[in-house]
């Protein structure tokens, strides 16, 4: 089965989206992944080290996998001042999915994997597709509160400004990750509406859109996450948000830092988050709702 990785733009209106693709001939599944802030859809075939790639393990295991740019990132950049609206992102980012998959089949459906800032995205990818066509839905590296002294870093950070102590926040501790991703090879520049999306996100717009999931939700973190509580009464109230969702499961990443998919540890998070999309088509979007930690 061909794990090729293939760049991709495609028209939505008059705006072009780009992705990286890994599609296979007849798909279990169609995993649409969405990076954070800073980086792009190469986080998700990560430079020089093809064991630790989501789209090449994905299509090794039979699901075509879409790793989009986010509005505002790769093809998109020159139009990110249309962007401000939540839903004209939700727009161009769903319509991509669609136009890349076109009338090609898509498995038992879609499933969304998220990191960081792509979360709030992927959350409303999610809410805004019908249930029936989504399987369930990964997120990783966000949260509901911050760690201490974070929301005051962050808020000191501009397009062009990366305030004292972000990368030691983002990149540590640095054995965790292989050194082809330390040499800012997964870097991008970021975007206008970003500043708005973490303001809003812990307290306001991810308990607001959490409720609306309707589909199983797995909650990634890593065992050195430095930017978001990971307390067990912070992942309590995590998995209480989504009180639609027939089924929440936390998950601890042992050895990994913020960045999930680009660690020495990505190949066992991405086997587990492939185990959990199993888990999702064996049961349909059915389940009973029930929160796990482990």
């Given at each position: 089965?061909?794990?090729?990785?293939?760049?991709?733009?495609?028209?939505?209106?008059?705006?072009?989206?780009?992705?990286?693709?890994?599609?296979?001939?007849?798909?279990?599944?169609?995993?649409?992944?969405?990076?954070?802030?800073?980086?792009?859809?190469v986080y998700f075939d990560c430079p020089?080290?093809?064991d630790?790639?989501?789209?090449?393990?994905?299509?090794?295991?039979?699901?075509?996998?879409i790793a989009l740019d986010r509005p505002g990132y790769g093809a998109s950049a020159l139009y990110q001042d249309t962007m401000d609206e939540p839903a004209a992102r939700v727009a161009l980012a769903l319509g991509a999915v669609d136009k890349i998959l076109g009338d090609g089949p898509r498995g038992a459906g879609l499933f969304f994997f998220a990191h960081s800032l792509g979360c709030?995205?992927?959350?409303?990818?999610?809410?805004?597709?019908?249930?029936?066509?989504?399987?369930?839905?990964?997120?990783?590296?966000?949260?509901?509160?911050?760690?201490?002294?974070?929301?005051?870093?962050?808020?000191?950070?501009?397009?062009?400004?990366?305030?004292?102590?972000?990368?030691?926040?983002?990149?540590?501790?640095?054995?965790?990750?292989?050194?082809?991703?330390?040499t800012g090879a997964l870097n991008a520049p970021g975007v206008a509406y970003e500043g708005r999306v973490s303001a809003h996100w812990p307290r306001r717009n991810f308990p607001a859109l959490a409720e609306q999931?309707?589909?199983?939700?797995?909650?990634?973190?890593?065992?050195?996450?430095?930017?978001w509580e990971t307390s067990p009464a912070a992942l309590a109230d995590i998995a209480a948000l989504f009180t639609a969702a027939p089924r929440v499961q936390i998950t601890e990443r042992p050895d990994s830092g913020h960045n999930l998919s680009v660690g020495l540890s990505a190949a066992a998070y991405h086997a587990q988050v492939l185990s959990f999309i199993e888990e999702c088509i064996a049961a349909g979007s059915g389940g009973v709702k029930e929160a796990e930690a482990g």
């Amino acid at each position: 089965m061909s794990t090729t990785v293939r760049p991709r733009v495609v028209m939505v209106g008059a705006v072009p989206i780009s992705a990286l693709v890994a599609a296979v001939p007849e798909p279990r599944a169609v995993i649409v992944a969405v990076h954070g802030g800073a980086t792009s859809s190469v986080y998700f075939d990560c430079p020089g080290r093809p064991d630790l790639s989501l789209l090449r393990t994905g299509a090794a295991q039979g699901f075509t996998v879409i790793a989009l740019d986010r509005p505002g990132y790769g093809a998109s950049a020159l139009y990110q001042d249309t962007m401000d609206e939540p839903a004209a992102r939700v727009a161009l980012a769903l319509g991509a999915v669609d136009k890349i998959l076109g009338d090609g089949p898509r498995g038992a459906g879609l499933f969304f994997f998220a990191h960081s800032l792509g979360c709030e995205l992927a959350v409303r990818m999610t809410v805004a597709t019908t249930p029936a066509d989504v399987l369930g839905l990964e997120l990783a590296g966000t949260g509901v509160r911050y760690a201490p002294g974070v929301k005051e870093m962050l808020s000191s950070a501009g397009l062009t400004t990366r305030p004292a102590g972000l990368r030691e926040l983002l990149w540590e501790p640095t054995e965790l990750y292989p050194p082809e991703v330390l040499t800012g090879a997964l870097n991008a520049p970021g975007v206008a509406y970003e500043g708005r999306v973490s303001a809003h996100w812990p307290r306001r717009n991810f308990p607001a859109l959490a409720e609306q999931v309707r589909v199983p939700v797995q909650y990634s973190h890593a065992e050195h996450e430095r930017v978001w509580e990971t307390s067990p009464a912070a992942l309590a109230d995590i998995a209480a948000l989504f009180t639609a969702a027939p089924r929440v499961q936390i998950t601890e990443r042992p050895d990994s830092g913020h960045n999930l998919s680009v660690g020495l540890s990505a190949a066992a998070y991405h086997a587990q988050v492939l185990s959990f999309i199993e888990e999702c088509i064996a049961a349909g979007s059915g389940g009973v709702k029930e929160a796990e930690a482990g």
